[in-house]
């Protein structure tokens, strides 16, 4: 098993660079930018499915009862359930706001003009607003999102054990905090750049072409 699941991740890294290449060349034909950080952010996405194929860090377990107590499944934690409420809360304020500029940036006029078209209410929100809005909404939603990944951190000052606190517990142990900070920092890196790749993607998609 995990042979194959390295030669398979090996692979699908040279596909990917290949592929990267081919549409580099493409790209630089048509006078735009190279794509390398999407090939990074599919190097970095290859590599953590290879490792969760060779550990898979999460199993389905079904609960099950035991006397007056349930064993298996997953439990939420007190704790858990303060930082998921606290940050989806903190989050989504920011994108309701993000959301709201990207509505306004709508000219009014656009939206009388889909009316006057006979346009329903859907139609001009799929037809006329969200290809509008998105050019405005993308840029700024990807910050946020990657600010969310960097507040998770904050978990530690309710006592929610999060990766930064797990990694700090193997440096005590280990004596090895050289190698921990570099795993750490490796890790957020890594989604960083991957949630970056990925919404950039996505941006180009929607941006208007020059012409």
Not at 118 to 134: D, N, S
């Amino acid at each position: 098993m995990v042979p194959l699941a390295l030669t398979a991740a090996l692979a699908a890294a040279v596909a990917i660079f290949g592929a990267a290449g081919l549409a580099g060349r493409a790209a630089a034909r048509r006078g735009r930018a190279r794509p390398y950080r999407a090939a990074a952010a599919g190097v970095i996405v290859v590599g953590a499915l290879a490792a969760f194929a060779v550990h898979p860090p999460l199993r389905l377990e079904l609960p099950a009862a035991n006397g007056d107590d349930l064993i298996g499944g997953a439990r939420l934690t007190p704790e858990f359930a303060t930082v998921f409420v606290g940050l989806t809360v903190y989050t989504a304020a920011f994108i309701a706001e993000i959301v709201r500029s990207g509505v306004q940036s709508v000219p009014r006029g656009q939206w009388e003009a889909a009316r006057a078209l006979g346009l329903k209410e859907a139609q001009t929100l799929r037809l006329v607003a969200f290809p509008q809005m998105l050019r405005v909404i993308v840029p700024p939603m990807t910050s946020q999102y990657i600010n969310t990944v960097k507040n998770s951190t904050l978990a530690i000052a309710i006592g929610y054990s999060e990766f930064m606190t797990v990694m700090g517990t193997v440096i005590n142990r280990t004596n090895h905090p050289i190698e921990g900070t570099l795993i750490i920092v490796l890790v957020y890196l890594a989604l960083n750049l991957a949630l970056a790749a990925l919404l950039d993607v996505y941006n180009r998609r929607v941006q208007l072409e020059a012409r």
